[in-house]
């Protein structure tokens, strides 16, 4: 069931009856993984988000909606500004599946590879956005494990290279690619594991594109959102992922010239892509006046926890793998499903990033 054919009529009733609340207004928002609507009522607009699992998070790398559903309430007393959970609905016979109604989250977010607002668009403003994107990081880091167990899986980094390494199998036997760069990196993270691990829990996919800033300025996060992939893990694999994201001036541009020359025909816009991912990070702000570097983010993430960011090309390395990983699985998933994929540039481009951090080009 699309969007757009919800049973909006049964929602209003169900919002009646469970809730006590009387819908004004309902917006069908974006969404992939989850078809969201957003459900104003006569005491506030945009009061509550209704989220529905769609068949694309039938996947082994997101929890179901249920567990995600815990995972709020098990927020909901800490500082993190997650989405409150209201209700779990699990009769299928109001939406055509079960789902999970939340607070609205004021906000807006920044996808990866969009501008910053206009309004963020300073030199104070934009350090201000990676100050607020990295205290929230540390923030979610920061919270008792306990109310988790039970919730949220627990992965080791080894294991969760081992499950990485088995998704990269399946997605290039589909795809037909070959990514000795990625195969190598594996290799490299099962020789540098460090000695001991912290678990701690992690949001799986935190990024600008699954927060909320709010309105005015300075920068402010007033949402943490979409957690189908929390997981108790080490949390210093999820920093790298932010790390992965930036660019500080100076960084190589590995592999640039060789995917112009190999796909500028074919795919001139995502070739075009990739160079501005090259220029200034995935985030387009990185490297911008006034954005804090790569270490400027590492030792405010320090200085917020009690974890210290030693072995830091492990975690980076590890970062970049699962992020590569879940991007080759995309692009075989096109392949398979017999559609057009302009992916292989900015595949090759991660591969060649990943390889770099391994050998130490891309410092901290």
């Known amino acids: 069931m699309t969007a757009d054919a919800l049973p909006l009529a049964d929602l209003e009733t169900y919002f ?13 928002l974006d969404g992939a993984l989850n078809t969201m609507v957003a459900v104003s009522t006569e005491s506030t607009e945009h009061a509550y988000v209704v989220r529905r699992a769609s068949e694309m998070r039938d996947s082994d790398l997101f929890v179901g909606l249920d567990r995600e559903y815990r995972v709020l309430s098990a927020l909901a007393d800490t500082d ?10 699990e009769d299928a016979s109001v939406l055509g599946d079960p789902f999970a109604v939340t607070t609205y989250r004021e906000g807006e977010p920044v996808p990866v590879g969009s501008p910053l607002p206009e309004r963020f668009q300073t030199p104070a403003n934009r350090r201000a956005v990676g100050e607020a994107l990295v205290d929230t990081l540390a923030d979610v880091h920061s919270v008792p494990t306990e109310p988790f167990e039970g919730v949220c899986e627990r992965y080791e980094p080894l294991e969760q290279v081992e499950r990485f390494a088995d998704r990269l199998d399946r997605a290039t036997d ?5 990514v000795p760069e990625l195969r190598r990196a594996a290799d490299w993270l099962r020789e540098h594991a460090p000695p001991e691990h912290e678990t701690r829990l992690t949001h799986g996919d935190f990024k600008s594109g699954n ?8 920068p402010e996060i007033t949402g943490v959102l979409d957690w189908e992939t929390a997981t108790l893990a080490e949390p210093r694999t999820e920093l790298g992922y ?18 112009r020359d190999r796909y500028g025909d074919d795919y001139p816009e995502a070739v075009a892509e990739v160079a501005e991912a090259a220029e200034h990070g995935f985030y387009r702000y990185a490297n911008r006046p006034g954005s804090p570097s790569r270490r400027e983010l590492v030792e405010r993430y320090e200085a917020q926890t009690d974890l210290s960011f030693d072995h830091e090309r492990f975690y980076r390395t590890h970062a970049a793998l699962g992020l590569a990983t879940v991007w080759e699985d995309i692009h075989a998933r096109r392949v398979a499903a017999g559609e057009d994929s302009d992916w292989e540039p900015l595949l090759d481009y991660t591969a060649a990033v990943t ?3 391994v050998d130490g080009e891309f410092a901290l």
Do not use: H, M, N, Q
Request: with cysteine; hydrophobic share 35%.
């Open 174 to 178: 589909a795809s037909g690619r070959d």
């Open 242 to 259: 932010l790390l992965f994201y930036w660019r500080d001036d100076g960084d190589p541009t590995p592999g640039l010239d060789a995917i």
């Open 211 to 218: 927060v909320c800033f709010g309105p005015g300025t300075p």
């Open 16 to 28: 009646a009856d469970e809730l006590g609340e009387r819908v004004t207004d309902t917006e069908v």
């Open 355 to 357: 390889r770099s951090i």
């Open 80 to 89: 993190v500004p997650a989405p409150e959970p209201v209700a779990y609905c």
